[in-house]
């Protein structure tokens, strides 16, 4: 048997986020967000999962690439639009649209000579300062793509920088910044992230950009809120390969960072940093062996990390989940000081992946 830490991944749960997706703006359409190689999930069987999707979002040309080469023809934005000039032919080639944030996009579009013309978005800063155009600029913008040879489709975007707290009024304050940017010009708007598409229909606009809640992820920060009704994507998992009987005073570890206060049972499990678990999950998060929670003890290292087995059956070679299924990500992502997108996002080349197929 070999190390067997894996990432299952639910591919019927990620259509059922999908469908939720759906569901909470049905008069628009979905732009699933698959960039960071599908939030760490695999970008092919993610986009072969989701391909009713109207289009799909990347951040950058690399990439699209493998989504063209599998063959998905569906539309795809680059969401930071290109980076030079070096681009644009394969960009072209690729059929791929533009998020376009700064005037040197707009020059360069000018100036360049493609085969078609591109699909753009233009990206309005309505309060993130971030990326995006001044509201003023707006119109100034659209009028001169308007004249550009190059550009095809004119879109109106924004992003939001608060949408996780529904209690914020921020929301409110760049929807309205949006609105007035664009207002009387033509073309398609979008707006919605997760949070957006879940908590403000106002922001449901002509394209939903979904992200972490496709993979199962709640996009609010408050734990007050009803968890929205959507189902882990990821488990990442491990076993247990050692069990020692540790005696009052033993300290485990590195820096022996944790002292027994009895005699008890210590499982190692092979999940480690290098696999992508947070380290400063130590001392603070738990395992789920067997349907109970054990704590993690000590410093996590790079190969493996010890908990505690009082009170639970358990023998080698005993799965351990270390998020997913039974154990939300986003508390271990929280008892990390992190978010569940960068934990998703850091699970490590080492990891074997295994897809379960979701029911046609
Ligand atoms: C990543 C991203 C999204 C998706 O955000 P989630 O919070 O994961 O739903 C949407 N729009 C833009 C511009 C993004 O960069």
Redo the contacts with the bound molecule.
Sequence with gaps: MSRNTQAIVDLGALRHNFELARRSAPGSRVMA?I?ANA?GHGVLPVAQTLSDAEAF?V?SVEEALPLREAGFAQPIVL?QGMYDDSELSLIGRLGCEL?LHSLWQVELLERASLSRPVAVWLKVDSGMHRLGFDPALVRPMYERLRACNTVDRIGF?T?LAAA?DRDSDYTEFQLREFERACAGLPGERSIA???G?LAWPRAHGDWL?????LYGVS?FADGRDERPDLRPVMTLQSRLVAINACRRGDRLGYAGAYTCPENMAVGIVTAGYADGYPRHAGAKASVLLNGRRCPVLGRVSMDMLCVDLRGVEARIHDPVTLWGEGLPIEEVAELSGTIA?ELLTKVTGRVRFEYREAEA
């Design positions: 967000v960039k939030y979002a951040t969401l998020v975007l992003h996780d992230n997760s949070a598409v950009r979904p992200g972490v809640m996009p997108y």
